[in-house]
């Protein structure tokens, strides 16, 4: 009999998988002493079982309804997976969860198992004599407190009722992100399971390190640092620090300055011009030595000066027939009572201008941009945000509320403005949960985004609500599982628990419980729901506080935009691309959208719905538009005037007024755009 048993676990691929499953499946865990909690995880080459003691904790799985409605018969449907948690890879030790959510009438049965343990046998069909059945939003997790090596491997989550049975699975890595990762000293391996990447970076100091090294040090900026970690974790980071004696910083004298004048006595494009200022420390109590910063001066008029140095001496090439160079003496930085910065010296290059033959004018063309008369308003226009996150230039207001509701929009390069109005640039390439009810989950809207050149922008807008699943695709096409729903001008249709209507210029689709969709058929949308919802996703939680919008999918707050997009990817397993494009904002951008947010029939709303933002991310959605034939500026007025609108203001003019393209050009390329239809809507 023994022999014969281990004949069939011979028959088993030995080194594929996990040993404990084979061991399950064998039923050969009373080889191990079971009684004395000890399990099979895997076999020797000699077919002896390798045993190990049970956990103390075992994975609970819990099951929770998420909604009960009551539907007609004739409403019945296989299931529908919603959701489930994507690859993911968990440190040895660490907790971990798997969660999946299904809806279906009737009711589904829902589990999560190892793959090879699946049951998809159907279930057979209940005989009742009612007329109408149950239909429920199921959610199954399974948990565990902490990771071993043999949780790795394929999990199926399987949900069934009497019309079908459907299942997904997702793969569980176990292991150290940084088990392969080599850092040099000091920077040290931090991994994010979340994201599943690993990187060297600065150590932080930890309560240890100041009960080690309790003394303090005044630095070479005059700070003072509680401990020499401090100071190492600074220089990490690249900043030029050291200890300049220990104890509390005094009150330092100030330094002297020197520069060496220019040799050069002409300079041409191209040329390289060394050029050299420095900062002694000097007086009774002398400091440390002071930074030395170097700036390109640009003129109160052009956007003040710019930094392009550090240090004692800097080599400058010319590029310009006339260029002012500024070196600052910074005494004390980081010691707001101390800090001083001196102007040493301005170094003027400019180069000579060669006599040349004047050119025969030509006519002026006409100006694409006409500019608007001066304007008495003196508010600030600021265009320095040329990072690929958007970054805003000004406070931003309370949650901007439309007919009661919270507003979320997606816009232009592609812009992202949450519900609690933080705003910022979505560079992932993927399909994302824009928002959903993360409190019911009785929707989910689904935004995929695109690459188009050296851009990125939103393509398409999927709604799920009711039971009903509805696509919104460029040239305001409404895709019903691969039918066109038919759009009509100025007529209000039904599709099960939805409707929608076309005004020409926006498809507005309403679900659920007073949530609404605006899509501009191209790539931007409005999204509105109640200011009780409680969201997650792209667009925030929806809580009044702009600060906790970057939430994961796995709860956690993260910095990075592209670290809340890809927690947020429908499909984890498959790679997002990041379009992080670098964007040169031109002053034909500035004025193009500058002549369209300040125009005076704009201006009313200013008031309501702060612009600067809009006006940023017009300058560069502006400067991406590879579109022959598309005004990118007008587009992003579009989404201004939009939210204006919901707040009251009446701008229905707004396309006369400002010369923007007309509304029948702009419905022919959208539609151009879009996937071909028998009857366009206009």
Request: with cysteine; net charge negative.
């Amino acid at each position: 009999m023994i022999a014969l048993l281990m004949a069939l676990v011979a028959t088993l691929r030995l080194g594929e998988g996990k040993g404990h499953k084979h061991c399950r499946q064998m039923e050969l865990h009373d080889l191990c002493e079971t009684p004395q909690g000890r399990e099979c995880i895997q076999y020797t080459p000699d077919m002896q079982p390798v045993c190990n003691q049970f956990r103390m904790n075992k994975a609970t799985k819990t099951t929770t309804i998420l909604s009960i409605e009551t539907v007609p018969y004739w409403d019945a449907a296989p299931p529908v997976i919603l959701l489930i948690t994507g690859n993911q890879t968990v440190a040895p030790g660490e907790p971990f969860e798997i969660r999946c959510m299904a809806e279906g009438a009737p009711a589904p049965f829902i589990e999560i198992v190892y793959k090879e343990d699946a049951d998809l046998s159907p279930v057979p069909g209940s005989v009742s004599n009612s007329v109408d059945i149950e239909k429920r939003a199921v959610q199954t997790m399974m948990a565990q407190t902490y990771a071993i090596e043999q949780d790795e491997g394929w999990y199926r989550c399987v949900a069934k009722n009497g019309e079908g049975v459907i299942y997904e699975d997702t793969y569980l890595t176990i292991g150290d992100l940084c088990d392969t990762v080599v850092c040099d000293a000091p920077q040290v391996c931090k991994a994010d399971y979340d994201l599943g990447i690993a990187e060297c970076s600065c150590p932080f100091c930890t309560w240890e390190n100041y009960e080690t090294d309790p003394n303090l040090y005044c630095g070479t900026d005059c700070g003072v640092y509680y401990s020499r970690c401090s100071i190492e974790e600074e220089k990490c980071k690249g900043v030029d620090l050291d200890i300049f004696h220990d104890g509390v910083c005094s009150s330092f004298s100030l330094p002297e300055y020197s520069y060496e004048e220019l040799q050069e006595t002409e300079v041409y494009y191209g040329d390289e011009v060394e050029l050299a200022c420095r900062g002694t420390p000097a007086g009774d109590t002398p400091g440390p030595e002071p930074r030395i910063m170097w700036y390109q001066d640009w003129g109160a008029d052009m956007g003040g000066r710019e930094l392009i140095g550090e240090g004692n001496t800097i080599t400058y090439t010319v590029t310009l027939s006339q260029a002012d160079i500024v070196c600052v003496g910074v005494h004390c930085p980081s010691a707001p009572l101390q800090r001083a910065t001196t102007d040493i010296n301005h170094f003027r290059l400019a180069v000579p201008q060669e006599p040349t033959t004047p050119p025969t004018p030509s006519p002026t063309p006409t100006p694409r941009i006409i500019t608007p008369e001066p304007l008495s308003s003196t508010e600030p226009r600021l265009y320095e945000s040329t990072s690929p996150y958007f970054i805003p230039t000004t406070p931003l207001p309370p949650t901007l509320r439309a007919d009661g509701g919270s507003v979320c929009q997606i816009m232009g390069d592609p812009i992202v403005s949450t519900f609690d109005n933080r705003w910022y640039k979505q560079d992932g390439v993927c399909t994302y949960v824009l928002a959903m009810d993360c409190r019911f989950a009785q929707w989910f809207v689904y935004g995929r985004f695109m690459q188009y050149g050296e851009t990125s922008a939103l393509e398409s807008i999927t709604i799920y609500s009711g039971g009903s699943v509805l696509e919104l695709q460029r040239g305001w096409i409404i895709n019903n599982n691969g039918e066109k729903l038919k759009v009509i001008l100025g007529e209000e249709k039904q599709f099960a628990q939805m409707t929608y209507d076309f005004d020409g210029e926006f498809l507005t689709l309403k679900f659920g419980q007073g949530n609404q969709i605006r899509w501009n058929g191209f790539n931007g949308a409005q999204i509105v729901t109640s200011p009780d919802s409680r969201t997650c996703g792209l667009c925030g939680n929806n809580n009044g506080d702009a600060a906790d919008d970057f939430t994961s999918r796995f709860r956690r707050k993260v910095e990075d935009p592209y670290a809340l997009a890809s927690s947020w990817s429908i499909r984890q397993s498959r790679v997002c691309l990041k379009n992080e494009l670098e964007v040169e904002i031109t002053a034909e951008a500035k004025e193009a959208c500058s002549a369209l947010f300040f125009h005076p029939y704009i201006l009313r709303c200013h008031d309501t719905i702060p612009v600067t933002d809009y006006e940023v991310a017009c300058a560069r959605s502006y400067a991406t538009n590879t579109y022959a034939g598309w005004r990118a500026e007008c587009n992003m007025l579009q989404s201004y005037v939009l939210q204006c609108e919901t707040r009251g203001h009446n701008l229905s003019t707004w396309r006369e007024r400002t010369e923007c393209t007309e509304l029948a050009e702009v419905q022919k390329f959208t539609i151009d755009n879009g996937c071909p239809q028998d009857f366009p809507p206009v």
